[in-house]
């Protein structure tokens, strides 16, 4: 009864709750909750040429699914936004530098299958006058993974300004700072199943890959030491 904005924030809740309803009568056809959200962040100056507007909607893990590992860094399923290359973002916008695009290590929720990973993006900051703005969710509350499998690790948007963090919310408006860190990570999917039943070499090549770490190969899925080594 209640009027919502970013559509898509609310059509993602409904998917959610589709799924884990089908859940318990067609377990082979369903995947766990993954990111689901428009992580949408936007990046505004005004510089001695013209006002030029970034606005991205950068992507997280899918929820793994009994026959398949959730994928990796992807728009939400209801949703259909490309990524956009680093090389035109930074001739576009010369009041950013991107320092860093990699896959989120240990985001993706533990399971015989996986959830996918998130991602870790971050943006330095060049001219002063530059507004962050950004409307996402799963930052509070993480993708649920299905019949044992884990959480994916939540949402997260902060500022690195002076050696010191600063959380933003999921919904924002933020002034930045020549040599700010703008960091955002998104969410992973949910795992399925017991991560202990995962194939053992997926786990050793979720490791080579650096999805995982040492630690969570060997703590979340028992792969012994000299395994891992």
Not at 2 to 29: F, S
Not at 42 to 59: S, T
Not at 74 to 90: F, G, K, M, Q, R
Not at 142 to 147: E, K, T
């Amino acid at each position: 009864p209640l009027a919502v904005r970013a559509r898509m924030g609310a059509c993602n809740r409904v998917y959610n709750v589709v799924m884990r309803a089908l859940a318990g009568v067609a377990p082979d056809r369903i995947v766990a909750s993954g990111h689901d959200s428009t992580n949408a962040v936007g990046l505004a100056h005004f510089g001695p040429d013209r006002y030029r507007v970034y606005m991205e909607c950068v992507g997280g893990g899918w929820g793994a699914a009994e026959a398949a590992d959730g994928e990796d860094v992807v728009d939400a399923p209801l949703a259909n936004c490309s990524n956009v290359p680093i090389e035109s973002l930074e001739t576009d916008h010369p009041y950013m530098r991107i320092e860093e695009y990699a896959i989120r290590q240990d985001s993706a929720g533990a399971g015989r299958r996986r959830g996918g990973s998130g991602v870790r993006r971050t943006y330095r900051i060049l001219d002063d006058g530059v507004s962050f703005n950004a409307y996402s969710d799963r930052h509070r509350i993480p993708p649920w993974g299905l019949f044992g499998g884990l959480e994916g690790s939540p949402s997260r948007h902060s500022v690195i300004r002076d050696g010191e963090e600063i959380v933003l919310p999921s919904k924002t408006n933020y002034p930045l700072r020549r040599g700010d860190l703008l960091v955002i990570e998104t969410a992973g999917g949910g795992g399925y199943g017991d991560p202990r039943e995962r194939d053992r070499a997926a786990v050793r090549k979720d490791l080579e890959s650096g999805c995982i770490s040492t630690e969570a190969a060997a703590r979340i899925y028992g792969l012994e030491v000299e395994a891992v080594g």
